[in-house]
């Protein structure tokens, strides 16, 4: 479907398409009031401000619904099946992940929900099992308020890609780079810094709170931070690199627990927060 074609579609046709993205009614019907859009850029814009500006906690929740269970496809209920093919590509790493990481994720999965009343939600496109393992592991510290605000930048993560499989030539014509992205390099092996847990924080009421978190992949990057279309606000932020489990899992012991490095957003453009990690020191530098 183009952009074209969705701004003529009947409200009840694109009422059904906008909610194969996201199910939350505020964040579909919200999305039609807006409509036509002039560009795909605007589209993805408009989707970002809506779910964080005009959507509620309840909205939130009521999208969350519209997911299974990481790890478990076949929960997936008859009325989501519009999108169940969907869940199955973007959650392919798991099917390929071993028994003892499936059973560990399903019994992290019953503890998040009895503690949050609402399932896991991230955005699982090329994550493996075992990154998705830390990521929840490290999620269940979080109290209530703090991970509604994590589990609604994931939603919106998911929405984003399946806006893009829903209209054609999204990726190639709308700016879909996360404001902020990272990579670590250890520097006394020589390779990047893959499995290592990063958060993203922010303040909230004067105290610094996690606004995203993820693992580094095999090239010791995080490209998906933040949604597209979603900036921050002028103003300082951190970003913690847990350099203690990177280097349990390495068999080795560092320094520095964790590090953390403070920078400053001031403008729309891309910011690219990289480290340089070794067991007895670390440093960074402002990235392109």
């Known amino acids: 479907m183009t952009l074209n074609q969705l701004n003529s579609l009947s409200k009840q046709d694109a009422f059904a398409n906008l909610e194969t993205c996201c199910v939350s009614k ?5 999305m039609l009031e807006n409509r036509p859009f ?3 850029e605007e589209l993805i814009k408009k989707a970002a401000s809506i779910w964080y500006n005009e959507c509620s906690i309840n909205d939130f929740k009521e999208a969350f619904t519209g997911h299974p269970k990481i790890g478990d496809i076949n929960s997936l209920k008859e009325k989501f099946a519009h999108t169940a093919n969907w869940a199955n590509n973007e959650q392919a790493e798991v099917a390929q992940a071993n028994t003892k990481t499936i059973e560990a994720l399903a019994e992290a999965n019953k503890q998040y929900e009895n503690k949050f009343k609402y399932i896991f939600i991230v955005s699982a496109s090329g994550k493996s099992a075992e ?3 830390a990521i929840i592991n490290e999620r269940l510290h979080h109290n209530s308020e703090d991970e509604i605000y994590i589990a609604m ?5 998911i929405t984003v890609i399946r806006l893009a499989k829903l209209i054609e030539d999204l990726s190639e014509k709308a700016n879909l780079t996360s404001h902020i992205t990272t990579h670590a390099l250890d520097t006394s092996i020589g ?6 847990l990063i958060t993203l924080k922010g303040l909230r009421n004067n105290q610094w709170k996690p606004m995203s978190l993820g693992v580094t992949n095999n090239d010791g990057r995080i490209s998906d931070l933040l949604p597209p279309g979603q900036l921050l606000s ?12 990177y280097y349990k899992s390495k068999n080795q012991k560092g320094f520095y627990p964790e590090a953390s490095i403070q920078f400053e957003v001031n403008n729309t453009n891309h910011y690219h927060i990289p480290l340089l990690i070794n067991p007895f020191g670390y440093s960074t530098y402002k990235g392109s």
Do not use: C, D, R
């Open 26 to 30: 505020t964040w579909v019907l919200k």
């Open 38 to 40: 002039n560009s795909e």
């Open 131 to 133: 990154e998705m393992l």
């Open 153 to 157: 930048n994931e939603q919106h993560k």
């Open 191 to 196: 390779i990047p810094a893959n499995q290592m």
């Open 234 to 245: 002028p103003g300082v932020y951190t970003i913690t690199f847990n350099t203690a489990s």
